[in-house]
């Protein structure tokens, strides 16, 4: 791939939405851009694979779920456009752990 390809990749499209995301114990957040027709979850699934995180039954329940605008994201079926509508061009999310503790044995 040459430079110019590299660069011309690099830039966002008309209509791409930056996604930002957040993760307390990470150094460095997700950033991908995405179609604005893109699935909640899926952003949430690629962030969790960033950060090597994956939702999860071990004693405890390990559920991770994103943050926008302090509030909890419960509908992952939402596209990115019809969460934000379509003039805004960049989100910010945060992908916080919820544990719930298992069954005392």
């Given at each position: 791939?040459?430079?110019?390809?590299?660069?011309?990749?690099?830039?966002?499209?008309?209509?791409?939405?930056?996604?930002?995301?957040?993760?307390?114990?990470?150094?460095?957040?997700?950033?991908?851009?995405?179609?604005?027709?893109?699935?909640?979850?899926?952003v949430?699934?690629?962030?969790?694979?960033?950060?090597?995180?994956?939702?999860?039954?071990?004693?405890?329940?390990?559920?991770?779920?994103?943050?926008f605008?302090?509030q909890?994201?419960?509908?992952?079926?939402?596209?990115?456009?019809?969460?934000?509508?379509?003039?805004?061009?960049?989100?910010?999310?945060?992908?916080?752990?919820?544990?719930?503790?298992?069954?005392?044995?």
């Open positions: 791939m040459s430079q110019i390809q590299q660069t011309q990749e690099s830039h966002a499209k008309p209509g791409a939405v930056e996604v930002d995301v957040r993760y307390l114990p990470a150094a460095h957040p997700f950033h991908q851009t995405y179609p604005p027709e893109t699935t909640l979850e899926t949430r699934t690629a962030a969790m694979s960033y950060f090597g995180v994956q939702d999860r039954t071990e004693r405890d329940t390990y559920r991770y779920y994103l943050g605008e302090g909890r994201v419960t509908d992952t079926s939402q596209t990115l456009g019809g969460l934000l509508g379509e003039h805004r061009q960049g989100v910010h999310f945060e992908l916080i752990e919820e544990i719930t503790p298992g069954q005392a044995g």
